[in-house]
């Protein structure tokens, strides 16, 4: 950072290039981080990815960590692993092994987070569009057409708790400016 000329601060990052180490060293190591990080690195020397692939999730799904971490280092390796739509099936199919019954597990376990988690968000949304939605049309059966800077107002509310107690409010509230709907 310069100031009047003159540099004042200065940052300087380790960069490690992970794609130029070869994944299949890590993996082998047996530290789950490792091998989720080997996702980012170079496959050219593998010579089974699909089983590379496995061997980094195994690791993961085996290393004991919370559901939490694994959650992560999988999503790394999802992330960075792509496969070909011609190599999902057989992999599928290595996958389907006993052999792979944990990392399967850890699969299935994150796939119903993932959807619990969007169900519980969609819940939520819902919720607040329809107590949006309730205080609007109070307000208006009390006080009349409303001022489109209420209308914004009252739909950029994020809050449960806050729109329940604006719902307890307009019974009692004499005027707009009583409701207490800041910008």
Do not use: H
């Not at 057989?90 to 052999?99: A, C, I, K, P, V």
């Not at 959807?115 to 607040?128: Q, T």
């Amino acid at each position: 950072m310069d100031l009047f000329g003159r540099e004042q601060l200065r940052f300087r990052y380790a960069a490690v290039a992970l794609a130029r180490f070869e994944g299949q060293e890590y993996v082998e190591k047996g530290s789950p981080v490792a091998a989720a990080l080997a996702a980012l690195m170079s496959r050219r020397g593998a010579r089974e990815p699909l089983k590379l692939r496995l061997l980094m999730m195994e690791r993961v799904a085996l290393s004991g960590l919370d559901d939490a971490r694994k959650f992560l280092l999988l999503n790394l390796i999802e992330t960075y692993f792509k496969l070909a739509s011609d190599e999902r099936q057989e992999f599928e199919g290595l996958l389907s092994r006993e052999r792979y019954r944990e990392v399967r597990k850890m699969q299935m376990t994150w796939a119903e987070k993932i959807e619990k988690k969007g169900r519980e968000e969609g819940l939520k949304e819902g919720l607040l569009e329809g107590k949006r939605e309730a205080l609007l049309r109070q307000l208006e059966t009390k006080f009349g057409p409303l001022p489109e800077e209420m209308i914004s107002r009252v739909r950029a509310v994020q809050s449960l708790q806050e729109l329940d107690a604006y719902l307890d409010r307009v019974l009692v509230a004499a005027s707009l400016e009583d409701m207490g709907l800041r910008g």
